[in-house]
């Protein structure tokens, strides 16, 4: 017989006030029915906390709720998964950042039992790109709960007095750029993030796009591929020949992004997520003249990054799993995930994005772009190392000599042998 899960119970449910219960280890959690959930200051979890009545009354279980900045979020990581502690049943995590770290040294319970079990949640539901990115060694170690992708935001305005079309390849984005930027004094075609880590992320698309990667097959440094050198080239060169006037190479997407919302720039490439900043009319001057669209196609197509910015994962130390996962199936339900995107948190159920409900707050444009790009959008967005930080410091670096409108090429040569350096000694 199939059981039942908290979402079917949840059908019968009502609302009760939200309850806190303190508790000391795991199995005392497990025996007074209380769940400890860490999570991260976010919309999303703004949207969960309201919701947690409904999830106790269906489940007869107690949550406690611990809620914290990302700096905080990952202090309290470093000290308590360290010592192996038991006082966190279900953790919020960046999947991308620390998700391999925490996976290699087996703080993230094995999930693939429990994924599998229920086929009215449906894993299968789930986007190809998110999945990998929760998956170690052929185990799911943590859900998907909010996904990116990046898109090209434009000028409608602009590209109409040009007489140009959206730009549907890196040539004709390159061109339209071009065009508009000697058309327009103080008006840059295209802007994206400068800064050298920061950079990689959004860099990430555009080295696939061109056919390249991080790594290669074996796992070896791919950074000085023709194609990472061309992608260097080109994303460096845009800002460099197009990109705003005394361009500082210290942005990331604030910076960047006010550029083009303050209506100084025609192109911009950034993750999808972040759209309501240039719609907004209280924090963009153009907010009723900005498009979206599919990331350009390099040669090797249109490769998007599509990832999970962040996942609920277990706690291996944790003696109460299965209460644990109860609270992320409810959290991670098709209903729950839908009335997260409805409040503007993309979410990584397919099903989902294809309920018009769950794009009925998004721009027809941008909706259309996401969906194009989570079919053809590539799982990582970074390298998929264990210190992620310093990956992005050694591969970001030819970035910020093609926008200073240095040799890329010989940076990237110089980054592959500090990559390749790194790599061998990081211990993935």
Not at 260 to 266: H, L, R, V, Y
Not at 300 to 322: E, F, R, T
Request: hydrophobic content about 40%.
């Amino acid at each position: 017989m199939k059981r039942r899960s908290v979402l079917q119970l949840m059908a019968v449910a009502s609302l009760v006030p939200f309850g806190i219960t303190a508790c000391g280890s795991g199995t005392d959690a497990a025996a007074s029915g209380t769940v400890r959930v860490t999570l991260a200051n976010h919309v999303w979890t703004e949207g969960i906390k309201a919701a947690i009545p409904e999830f106790e009354k269906a489940s007869g279980l107690k949550v406690e709720l611990t809620q914290l900045g990302e700096d905080q979020l990952s202090d309290q990581y470093n000290v308590k998964l360290n010592a192996g502690s038991d006082e966190i049943d279900v953790m919020m995590y960046r999947p991308l950042q620390e998700g391999k770290s925490f996976a290699q040294n087996t703080y993230l319970a094995d999930l693939t039992e429990h994924v599998s079990s229920n086929s009215d949640w449906n894993w299968d539901d789930y986007q190809a790109g998110p999945k990998v990115a929760t998956t170690f060694e052929g185990k799911v170690v943590g859900v998907p709960i909010i996904t990116e992708r990046e898109l090209l935001y434009y000028r409608k305005d602009l590209l109409e007095a040009a007489g140009l079309k959206v730009p549907a390849t890196m040539e004709e984005l390159e061109a339209a750029a071009k065009t508009i930027s000697e058309a327009n004094a103080g008006i840059a075609g295209f802007v994206a993030r400068t800064n050298k880590s920061a950079a990689v992320t959004q860099f990430s698309s555009f080295l696939y796009s061109f056919g390249g990667d991080f790594t290669d097959s074996s796992g070896k440094s791919a950074v000085s591929s023709d194609a990472a050198k061309k992608a260097y080239a080109y994303y460096g060169g845009l800002i460099h020949n197009y990109g705003p006037e005394n361009v500082s190479t210290d942005m990331s997407w604030p910076e960047a992004m006010a550029i083009f919302t303050q209506g100084s720039a025609a192109f911009y490439t950034e993750a999808d997520s972040l759209y309501k900043n240039a719609t907004d009319p209280a924090k963009s001057k153009v907010s009723d003249k900005v498009g979206f669209a599919p990331l350009p196609a390099g040669p090797a197509g249109s490769k998007p990054y599509n990832i999970p910015s962040w996942g609920l994962g277990v706690n291996s130390a944790s003696g109460n799993q299965d209460n644990a996962w109860k609270f992320i199936e409810w959290a991670t339900s098709k209903e729950r995930t839908l009335a997260a995107q409805k409040a503007g948190v993309p979410g990584p159920r397919a099903s989902v994005w294809a309920d018009p409900e769950g794009t009925a707050t998004y721009p027809k444009d941008l909706a259309a772009a996401i969906a194009i790009s989570a079919e053809t959008g590539v799982g990582h967005d970074r390298p998929l190392v264990v210190t992620v930080g310093k990956a992005r410091e050694i591969v970001g670096e030819p970035i910020v000599t093609a926008i200073t409108g240095g040799d890329s090429a010989a940076a990237a040569d110089k980054a592959n042998t500090a990559f390749q350096k790194f790599l061998d000694s990081d211990g993935r």
